[in-house]
């Protein structure tokens, strides 16, 4: 009789074996399992940079704390570290900032600018991660519906604050006073 063959063991990689990996590219560590991302498509940076502009003009004129841009590794833990294409963190959490190479721990906002590579592992994988750690609001942004979902953190989990469309001045909960027409991040149809 054969003795069954035992499973293989998954190998989960940490933080330590990231910092290794290549300069030239994007990586992000998600429960441990290695992902390569590809650069950014051309309209996906432009959102990100009207948007970042509008976001990093506000916080800075209303002294809240700091914006960061990706590529910017966020370390939230030993196996899960992301690259969020915009983050903010608050002056509260400014501890997160100490180590001076990566935010160590969950900036106050997310913000993901779904592509046809990221857009699975934006609206899932990372949820949990970004939830289980203490960000506190996460922004989808979908430049193909020209959408943006606004989730605020609520026991645990995030829930949906509104889904705001083109021609629609979208806010912020946590930032009270942020508001930002949809039409100058996507440009007009």
């Known amino acids: 009789m054969l003795s069954p063959v035992p499973a293989a063991k998954a190998v989960k990689f940490t933080y330590k074996d990231y910092q290794h990996t290549p ?3 994007r990586y992000e560590l998600l429960d441990g399992e290695l992902i390569m991302a590809p650069a950014p498509s051309l309209g996906h940076q432009e959102i ?3 948007l970042g502009a509008r976001l ?3 916080v800075r004129k209303q002294d809240l704390g700091k914006v960061f841009h990706a590529p910017c590794d966020v370390v939230l833990s030993n196996t899960d570290v992301v690259q969020p294409d915009l983050l903010f963190v608050s002056h509260e959490r400014a501890h997160l900032l100490l180590g001076g190479a990566s935010i160590l721990g969950a900036p106050d906002l997310v913000v993901e ?3 046809p590579s990221t857009a699975g592992r934006d609206r899932t994988l990372k949820r949990g991660p970004y ?3 203490g960000v506190q609001e996460y922004w989808l942004i979908d430049p193909d519906a ?3 979902t606004v989730l605020r953190l609520a026991g645990g989990a ?3 604050v509104r889904l705001y469309g083109a021609g629609e001045t979208m806010t912020s909960p946590m ?3 942020f508001a930002v027409d949809l039409d100058e991040i996507f440009g007009v149809r």
Do not use: N, P, Q
């Open 56 to 58: 990093y003009t506000f």
């Open 48 to 50: 990100s940079a009207s």
């Open 158 to 160: 995030f829930e949906m």
């Open 146 to 148: 020209r959408t943006v």
């Open 131 to 133: 939830a289980k750690h």
């Open 175 to 177: 930032l009270a006073g």
């Open 113 to 115: 600018i779904l592509s």
């Open 23 to 25: 300069d030239d590219k």
